[in-house]
């Protein structure tokens, strides 16, 4: 069992290998538009681990997104540097595979202080050089809430940052440099995200896992309440031709589904039920063409495997276009992230 690091949940292998399952439609082309690779203590998932995951899984993975994690961070360097140090190690790791996975990490969003104003502009910089030509914006994590057992320490934000004046500055300095914006933040923020949007509009900010769907702690049991406040705010915020939406990240422990807790590990079909609600609500407002299926790997293996999350994607997409599911499983991501 992989202990539980921030306020994550445990990743059990040997609970989630109760339900086998072969991937579906294994010759969909998929570029997962958001995971992770770090070593935490009790937590190791680097690119080794990645390329297992997808060899074992039967989908087709062409290209990938790596996402900030604080990973492989030199505390030689000024803390506000520190930063770098996580795009030149994946941009390392990602050469490393140039012959045979060259599109793994073919995108690296990393993380810069936006609140250090003007000044970040060096901090940008820095990434695109030490990206090798992968680096392709910033996720400035601004998730807070009153409910402090929602918040990871590891990236818990000050209320009200998305207002914040010297990070609107630092903000400002994204677009000139061709670099966008990942937003993480949890579902009472999005008005917040949707006036940032509405201020810059030349600026491509992408909602990460669906805008932070809570379903615990001070929002347990108001399941029904809280989607029909989400399905307003993502309106909203879809009226903003610059935000795309980026589908997944619905397996963390804030969601409240509670897969964790059921002797059997979810199969597909059981995640899309859960699910289908709100990946119908966003592809519908925001378009295919502006929506992006994501793995959240590793986090996610908390509550399913990873085949099983691509197979709830497929089934819950396999009417439609075929043209309009390219774009939702590799489109999207390969035009937002040129990748």
């Not at 509009?201 to 992408?206: N, Q, S, Y």
Request: aromatic share 10%.
């Amino acid at each position: 069992m992989t202990a539980p690091v921030a306020n994550y949940l445990p990743v059990r292998a040997d609970w989630l290998a109760l339900e086998p399952e072969a991937a579906l439609e294994p010759d969909l082309a998929i570029i997962d538009a958001h995971h992770h690779l770090w070593d935490r203590p009790g937590w190791r998932f680097l690119m080794d681990d990645y390329l297992s995951e997808i060899a074992g899984s039967g989908h087709r993975i062409i290209a990938s997104v790596f996402m900030q994690c604080q990973t492989g961070y030199d505390e030689g360097l000024a803390p506000h540097l520190r930063p770098i140090s996580e795009s030149a190690y994946v941009a390392e790791q990602a050469g490393r595979l140039a012959e045979t996975a060259p599109a793994l990490c073919a995108g690296i969003v990393g993380h810069a202080d936006l609140r250090l104003g003007a000044a970040v502009e060096e901090v940008l910089l820095a990434h695109i050089e030490k990206g090798r030509g992968r680096f392709r914006g910033i996720r400035h994590i601004t998730a807070w809430n009153a409910d402090g057992t929602l918040m990871n320490p590891l990236s818990a934000g000050p209320p009200g940052l998305l207002e914040d004046a010297t990070f609107r500055e630092g903000f400002a300095r994204l677009a000139p440099l061709g670099l966008g914006f990942d937003a993480w933040l949890f579902q009472p923020q999005l008005g917040e995200l949707t006036a940032l949007a509405r201020d810059f509009p030349e600026t491509t900010i992408v909602l990460d896992h669906l805008g932070g769907i809570l379903g615990i702690g001070a929002y347990a049991g108001w399941r029904h309440e809280l989607f029909r406040s989400w399905s307003r705010s993502i309106r909203e915020l879809a009226a903003c031709p610059n935000v795309v939406a980026k589908i997944g990240g619905l397996g963390m422990r804030i969601n409240g589904f509670d897969f964790e807790k059921e002797p059997m590990p979810p199969g597909s079909t059981r995640l899309a039920e859960a699910w289908r609600p709100y990946i119908e609500t966003a592809i519908e407002t925001f378009g295919p063409a502006r929506c992006m299926f994501e793995s959240n790997a590793p986090v996610d293996r908390g509550s399913y495997t990873f085949t099983a999350g691509w197979n709830a994607f497929k089934r819950l997409t396999e009417s439609m276009d075929p043209e309009d599911r390219m774009q939702l499983f590799a489109g999207t991501a390969r035009r937002v992230y040129r990748v």
